[in-house]
C-alpha cells in the first residue's frame, strides 16, 4: 500500500503533506520536510514498530509506504472515519463488516483486508478517495529492453 503526497516550497521553508492521513508539516529543507513527513506518518498511525518512508519522486510528489501496509491502511481509515464523525459501528455496518470486532481489528492494521475489502472499505467511509495503480518510483525514463523472441525450432 502507498499513500501519496506532496512537497512543495513554502516560503523560507519547505511544506509536506498527506491529504489522506491529514498529515500537515514543515522543513528547513526538502529533505527536513519529508523526514518530518515520515515521522508524522507514524505518529499518525500510532502503531509501535511501524516505519514510514517517504519517497521523493521528483516535482511535488512523494510516495509514502510503511513497514506494515496493513497498518498504514489502518491508520487511514480511522483518520477518514474520525473525521466524517463515524463510530466504529457505523463504519463496520457501511463496509458490510459483519461485526464491529472485524472492522476495528482492520483499523489497528490485525487484519490485512483483501483488495476487493480495501476498495469496498474506501469507498464506503471516504468516498472522495481512490485506490490507483502506478510505478513505485515515478514515470519510466525508457522503454526496458526486451529479449528477442525465440525462433521455432526446425525438426
Not at 500510532?46 to 509514502?64: K, T
Request: proline letters at 5%; a positive charge.
Amino acid at each position: 500500500m502507498m499513500l501519496h503526497g506532496r512537497i512543495f516550497k513554502d516560503g523560507p521553508g519547505w511544506a509536506a503533506h498527506c491529504d489522506a492521513l491529514g498529515a500537515f508539516t514543515q522543513g528547513r529543507t526538502r529533505k527536513d520536510a519529508i523526514s518530518m513527513l515520515a515521522e508524522l506518518v507514524e505518529l499518525k498511525v500510532g502503531q509501535s514498530g511501524f516505519l514510514a518512508r517517504v519517497d521523493d519522486i521528483g516535482g511535488e510528489d512523494v510516495l509514502i509506504t510503511g513497514s506494515n501496509p496493513a497498518q498504514l491502511f489502518g491508520g487511514l481509515l480511522r483518520y477518514q472515519r474520525e473525521r466524517r464523525d463515524m463510530s466504529i459501528a457505523d463504519a463496520a455496518v457501511r463496509i458490510g463488516a459483519s461485526s464491529r470486532s472485524i472492522y476495528a481489528r482492520m483499523e489497528r492494521g490485525e487484519h490485512s483486508p483483501r483488495l476487493d475489502t480495501m476498495q469496498a472499505a474506501i469507498a464506503a467511509i471516504a468516498p472522495d478517495l481512490a485506490i490507483i495503480v502506478g510505478d513505485r518510483k515515478g514515470p519510466l525514463k525508457a522503454e526496458p529492453s526486451r529479449a528477442e523472441p525465440r525462433r521455432a525450432r526446425r525438426r
